[in-house]
């Protein structure tokens, strides 16, 4: 990958080394920039709720404390332990639901031959673009009907039928690159659909299997509208909506405890992202992501 | 025989898909294309009163009519800036360079982090009266206005937040312009051709199907967006619904009202703009999108 990038074209500057730190400065700008904000945030989860505000652009505290941590943690009637347990406890399963039934369900498009293939997938390649505000008042009416309101069910369920269609998309890509002649070899040796699945294409799909679970993950941890939705008891409550009780009941006193929770919640995101960037960076790059 | 048990397998590893399908995905679009000809609250029966939900919108509801130009407005700044900063940043990063890994990590965060209400939470606070931004601002002797609570700006602030996650169209660039072989640049160099002529002939025309898909994407995504303008507005919209995105009344109509049956009218005229931007999209491909062949 480097070598490709060190290819590229220099644009026929005579001095390549001054550019290049002139481009580095500009880069490193715009890096500090986009990530002040965050280091803000840190700061002021840092520092005592009176010094929050009045304007302090700054990042270094005049007194470093953790009590906004503390504090927040227990901010509500219901601490924020609970609310990180339930969010990780639907991540896992929604993740889990969206890794088994796209895998499944890929494997069926991109390995299996079947009479409709090319008109389902079709299909699901056109959900891609429904948005989901149109499937959301009916779905209400039918988890209702279950009585699964106020349940995670309705957040878990519809992943372990591969509603997000792009993940099936994302594997379908990558099934297609698996050498077909290793089925077929398999498939005279009379291994069923199954077995080729399980003991052939998974072993060899992990980076998209990994892939589709760190996105499934994040996506779930960071959703808002579907707890916002189906969720009305505090001790249901996922994170997001934790933290949205607590913008509620703080108002502008306690930002500092706000700023903590915020932390917190984000920190999932961050280590994930510390250590499967790359994973995430190629997902994009090679199928062109939403977000 | 064999064709049987094929056609079995596919749909037996099709199934879960298929059942989501039908059950959550097309069963329930075709019951809220019926429900937005009613009036339902979900308590008693939905009741058929014909188009009067899409007549009501576009001749009796002053917030549609702002959700729909908060939305516009929303769309029209921050997918431009964020591509055109994307593809700037991706331009820069994308010369062989040291530390294009670190970069490239650094920039993609922001979009990562992008919609959890905690990010909006921190945007809340750096626009606010005494906020970051202020305080910047006073640094060099300007009073800045309260943004989020000033209908002219509040607006812009969502836009910025947008424009800050360019990340993720930036990666897209990146391997896109990793596509354009080399050696037309230095034919290009040879003949002398300015690196912005290079851009403008070689770069922006090989790099057009990129372009067009970032720009589907994002369009389709500023149009759904809904949990910085929750947030950022206590999930009224205001001050005066200047950040009453779309989907925003979308929600206050079906689960702060009740009201399922405009709801789903909001929804479908939501999937219509969608479909129309799409298909438009896709026509005018032929204009300025260039395809190999």
């Known amino acids: ?135 959301l008042i009916p779905q209400y009416v039918l988890f ?13 369920l519809p992943k372990y039928f591969a509603v997000d269609a792009f993940f099936i998309f994302l594997m379908v890509q990558f099934f297609r690159g698996i050498p077909k002649e290793l089925d077929e070899a398999a498939r005279m040796d009379g291994c069923s659909a199954w077995r080729i699945y399980w003991k052939i294409i998974l072993p060899l799909s992990m980076p998209v299997l990994a892939t589709a679970a760190i996105f499934s993950f994040i996506w779930t941890w960071e959703d808002f509208f579907g707890p916002l939705i189906y969720i009305s008891e505090m001790r249901n409550y996922t994170v997001q ?46 199928t062109g992501m939403k977000r | 025989m064999t064709a049987i048990r094929r056609n079995g397998a596919g749909y037996l590893f099709l199934s879960p898909w298929l059942i989501g399908f039908f059950c959550l995905t097309l069963g329930p679009a075709l019951a809220s294309l019926y429900l937005s000809f009613t009036r339902f609250d979900l308590l008693n029966a939905p009741e058929f009163i014909g188009a009067q939900n899409y007549v009501r919108m576009v001749t009796a509801d002053p917030k549609f009519a702002a959700s729909m130009k908060v939305t516009l407005i929303y769309v029209v700044f921050s997918v431009p ?50 906020g970051m931004v202020n305080g910047i601002l006073a640094q060099f002797g300007i009073i800045g206005p309260s943004w989020i609570s000033n209908p002219n700006y509040s607006i812009y602030t969502l836009v910025v937040l947008s424009v800050w996650q360019f990340g993720s169209p930036m990666i897209i660039f990146l391997a896109g312009l990793r596509q354009i072989p080399t050696d037309m640049y230095e034919a290009a160099s040879l003949d002398g051709a300015s690196p912005a002529r290079q851009f403008w002939r070689i770069t922006l025309p090989l790099l057009s199907p990129v372009i067009f898909f970032n720009l589907v994407i994002q369009v389709i995504e500023a149009f759904k967006a809904f949990t910085p303008a929750f947030v950022i507005s206590g999930g009224s919209g205001g001050p005066i619904n200047s950040t009453l995105f779309y989907t925003l009344y979308l929600y206050q109509e079906g689960f702060s009202y009740f009201r399922m049956g405009y709801a789903s009218a909001l929804a479908w005229v939501l999937v219509a703009i969608i479909a129309v931007f799409t298909a438009f999209s896709f026509l005018t491909t032929k204009y300025w999108v260039h395809y190999d062949d």
């Open chain 1, 144 to 156: 209702r009907s279950l009585d699964w309101v106020n349940t995670w069910w309705p957040l878990i």
């Open chain 1, 241 to 286: 909506l934790g933290l949205r009780s607590f913008i509620d009941s703080s108002g502008t006193s306690s930002w500092n405890e706000l700023f903590a929770m915020s932390v917190l919640s984000l920190v999932p995101i961050f280590l994930i992202f510390l250590f499967f960037q790359r994973l995430l960076i190629e997902g994009i790059a090679t």
């Open chain 2, 81 to 130: 800036l964020k591509l055109a900063f994307a593809l700037a940043v991706a331009m820069v990063l994308n010369r062989g360079m040291r530390g294009l890994p670190v970069y490239r990590a650094i920039f993609y965060l922001p979009s990562l982090l992008g919609t959890s209400v905690a990010i909006a939470v921190l945007w809340r606070q750096l626009f606010a009266a005494d």
């Open chain 1, 1 to 135: 990958m480097t070598d490709a990038v060190q290819q590229m074209p220099g644009h026929g500057s005579s001095h390549p080394r001054l550019t290049g730190t002139v481009r580095h400065v500009v880069l490193i700008a715009i890096c500090f920039v986009m990530i002040y904000p965050i280091l803000w945030m840190l700061s002021g989860s840092l520092r005592p709720a009176s010094e929050l505000f009045g304007g302090d652009a700054g990042l270094i505290p005049s007194q470093v404390t953790v009590e906004a941590y503390s504090n927040g943690w227990f901010g509500l009637q219901i601490n924020f332990g609970q609310f990180f347990l339930n969010s990780l406890i639907i991540a896992v399963l929604a993740t889990i639901g969206n890794v088994l039934a796209a895998s499944l369900v890929a494997y069926a498009f991109a390995r299996l031959e079947f009479w409709g293939r090319g008109f389902w997938f079709a299909l699901m390649l056109g959900t891609l673009m429904l948005p989901y505000h149109v499937t």
